[in-house]
């Protein structure tokens, strides 16, 4: 059984950043891709950013592009999201996501893909 522990969450003013840690326990080395999810109140979970754990490719949601940078330590089994000039709209839960799976058919950026999720880490930017 996998298990996803998020940290790194917190309160900061616009501008400032934070970095958020996925470890992850259990079957690891199996984990074909991981991604970084958040959910803010009265909104749809939506996609922050994904990488492929073989090649190391990474994509980002247009919101976040430029700003945030998803990175892994394989030797740690932890996955790291780097954000920068935090905006009051990034306020939310963020949720770490893993899966197994190198093809199922759904996109990488869809909640649908993901066969494991961490608790989430909250992060709130003040204007």
């Known amino acids: 059984q996998v298990q996803l522990v998020e940290s790194g969450g917190g309160s900061v003013r616009a501008e400032g950043s934070l970095r958020l840690s996925c470890v992850a326990s259990g079957y690891i080395a199996r984990m074909y891709l991981m991604a970084w999810f958040r959910q803010a109140p009265g909104k749809e979970r939506e996609r922050v950013a994904r990488?492929?754990?073989?090649?190391?490719?990474?994509y980002y949601a247009d919101s976040v592009k430029g700003r945030f940078t998803i990175s892994q330590d394989s030797a740690k089994n932890t996955v790291y999201l780097q954000m920068n000039s935090l905006k009051p709209e990034d306020t939310a839960m963020y949720y770490c996501a893993a899966d197994p799976r190198s093809n199922t058919g759904i996109p990488g950026e869809s909640v649908r893909r993901y066969m494991y999720w961490g608790q989430g880490t909250q992060v709130t930017v003040s204007s």
């Open positions: 990488i492929y754990r073989g090649s190391g490719n990474t």
